[in-house]
């Protein structure tokens, strides 16, 4: 499945979004990925796909066979991944140098080596998390320690003493954060707006964020503190500050997405791009571009805001199935489920919404899909995601094109439909761990009519 728009790819700097705890370095899910704004592509993004990251102008993503495929700007050959091409289990991009984390512990540095941010310093072993910024990279290692090479003319490279106890790392454009697992931020490298000088007090801390000249920490108590250079504003975090699970940082705009479900933006908004679009609710996600924001729903929609001169806010069509997101410069990545077609009841008979009521739901097989390929124990539906009946899963051709469908039954007041609902989905893994996902029509009655 490849739905990519077309563009001329220019380097910018970028600030990239990586970190450990609350924060992945690489977005995850399976299933294909889906790209729009600036792109070059010529590559096969059918997947399945695990693991997926933005640079500058270029992508990555982690295969479920630990391939990585790379595509987009190429001008310093970050996008021609070093042999042998497997093993990898995450990745990071940099404007325009790529990570990629080995499940061995190692890491594979490819692309502009000006500064040596693709020289991994020995040993290269025992790594655990990747980060990469403009011209630099970071490692985070199992002892809880952090390896730090390339440009180091800031000292973004120059981990300070005691370097241990580490649990999570980012990188802005010149500068480093590490988080410790004493609930305190390290950070170090270009402090000019006093991106490095972390607030006090330096405690609490779950997740960190680092933007082109700003930085973030997400507090255990569900606050955000931002310090660093506040031109626009995105150092202001706004009121109430408070219920936050998660942040991303954009050059100049800074995001939080709070725990029921709305996501509050801040900072420079000259093309919209801390405008959150109406409904406000719903997301489970949120990724910071250059000068655009994305956020992922629960229904598996993506909302995106910005500016869209080269198509980066444009999600394209079906926009849904989607399980993971990620931003760069002026381009946008989503990893999105395999979508089947799923028959909910004995259509066009109505769904009476009674407790006891048995819904037979039917995942069915086409000439490119088997169903029996469906692990029918992942399988959930509606939106309290219940689980199938005991022993009412089978197969049989319950369309009668001669191929044969998964069928299930699911208990009505398990699944949360609904009066007045028109859509619901159904979501389950194949045995390969890829991801499917179906959206089916239905009609729904309260009474035994």
Same mark, same amino acid.
């Given at each position: ?5 077309? *563009?001329?790819n ?26 729009? $704004? ?7 993004? =059918?997947?399945?796909?695990? @693991? ?49 984390l080995?499940?061995?512990?190692s ?12 020289n ?20 985070l @290692?199992?002892?809880?320690?952090? =390896?730090?090479? $390339? ?28 988080? @410790? ?7 170090? *490298? #270009? ?6 000088s972390?607030? &006090? ?18 507090? &255990? ?17 706004p ?11 954009? =050059? ?5 997405? @709070? ?7 801040? $900072?420079?908004?000259?093309? $919209?791009?801390?405008?959150v ?9 949120? =990724? ?146 890829? #991801?499917?996902?179906g ?6 009655? +309260? +009474?035994?009519?």
């Amino acid at each position: 499945m490849r739905r990519l728009s077309m *563009g001329i790819n220019r380097a910018i700097i970028l600030a990239l979004v990586v970190a450990g705890a609350g924060v992945p370095a690489s977005a995850w899910g399976s299933g294909s990925i889906v790209g729009w $704004g600036q792109h070059v592509v010529g590559v096969d993004l =059918a997947g399945p796909f695990t @693991k997926v990251a933005a640079g500058g102008s270029h992508s990555l993503g982690v295969k479920s066979d630990g391939s990585i495929v790379a595509w987009g700007y190429n001008s310093s050959s970050q996008c021609n991944v070093p042999a042998p091409n497997s093993g990898f289990a995450a990745v990071a991009a940099g404007a325009f140098h790529s990570l990629g984390l080995k499940s061995d512990g190692s890491i594979a540095a490819w692309g502009s080596n000006g500064a040596g941010q693709c020289n991994v310093p020995a040993p290269n072993s025992g790594f655990v998390a990747v980060a990469a910024g403009y011209g630099h990279s970071l490692g985070l @290692k199992e002892d809880g320690s952090i =390896a730090a090479w $390339g440009d180091n003319y800031f000292g973004q490279c120059s981990v300070p003493s005691p370097n241990s106890g580490f649990v999570g790392v980012a990188a802005g454009t010149y500068h480093s954060l590490g988080l @410790k697992s004493d609930g305190s931020i390290a950070a170090w *490298g #270009w402090n000019d707006w006093g991106q490095c000088s972390v607030p &006090s007090p330096n405690a609490g801390f779950v997740g960190v964020a680092g933007g082109a000249w700003h930085s973030l920490g997400l507090k &255990s108590d569900g606050s955000i503190v931002a310090w660093g250079r506040n031109y626009y504003g995105q150092c202001s975090v706004p009121s109430p500050n408070a219920e936050f699970v998660a942040v991303a940082a954009g =050059a100049y705009h800074s995001l939080g997405l @709070k725990s029921d479900g709305s996501i509050a933006a801040w $900072g420079r908004n000259e093309y $919209g791009q801390c405008s959150v679009p109406s409904p406000n609710s719903g997301f489970v996600a949120v =990724a910071g571009g250059y000068w655009h924001s994305l956020g992922l729903k629960s229904d598996g929609s993506i909302d995106a805001w910005g500016p869209s001169y080269y198509g980066q806010c444009n999600v394209p069509a079906p926009n849904s199935g989607f399980v993971a997101v990620a931003a760069g410069g002026l381009h946008s990545l989503a990893i999105q489920t395999v979508t089947r077609s799923v028959r909910v009841g004995v259509w066009p008979n109505a769904i009476r919404l009674q407790p006891n009521q048995v819904l037979t739901v039917a995942i069915l097989s086409d000439e490119d899909f088997d169903a029996r390929d469906i692990d029918h124990t992942s399988v959930v539906f509606g939106p309290n995601r219940a689980t199938c009946m005991r022993d009412r899963a089978h197969w049989e051709d319950i369309d009668g094109d001669g191929r044969v469908d998964l069928v299930l039954k699911f208990r009505c007041g398990d699944t949360g439909i609904q009066p007045g609902d028109t859509t619901v989905e159904l979501r389950g893994r194949l045995y390969n761990g890829d #991801w499917i996902a179906g959206l089916a029509e239905i009609r729904t009655l +309260t +009474t035994g009519r």
